[in-house]
């Protein structure tokens, strides 16, 4: 399986960006997907994630209301759709696949970058 994330970039705060996740093969709708952020300096953390039909989602404390997952299973793309964001949401952002919902990611994109200015 390969990921490849796309939209990142920079932004004020307060502004809106949203990222995408192409994913190869055929393994796609049968599997959870998530994103995760990292931060220079600090370590990566999970940002959401969504089941494989998209039904059930979950998030992070620090992003819950400001951001939304979601899932195109025909088009094999995973979304992350951010707003109102802040400085703190500076990172590079990865999206994730999960071999079963709840489990640790077992394959990883490259990482976009999103930069929010003050």
């Known amino acids: 399986v390969q990921l490849v994330e796309s939209g990142g970039g920079l932004v004020q705060a307060g502004g809106s960006l949203k990222l995408s996740c192409a994913a190869s093969?055929?393994?796609?709708?049968?599997?959870?997907m998530g994103w995760y952020r990292q931060a220079r300096g600090k370590q990566r953390e999970w940002v959401a994630d969504?089941?494989?039909?998209?039904?059930?989602?979950n998030y992070a404390g620090a992003v819950k209301g400001r951001f939304t997952i979601a899932r195109d299973n025909a088009k094999n793309t995973m979304y992350l759709q951010m707003n109102s964001l802040k400085p703190d949401d500076t990172a590079v952002y990865y999206c994730?696949?999960?071999?079963?919902?709840?489990?640790?990611?077992?394959?990883w994109g490259q990482g976009t970058q999103v930069t929010v200015s003050s």
């Open positions: 969504i089941t494989t039909g998209g039904s059930r989602t």
């Open positions: 994730a696949r999960f071999r079963y919902y709840g489990g640790p990611p077992s394959d």
């Open positions: 093969g055929s393994t796609f709708s049968a599997s959870a």
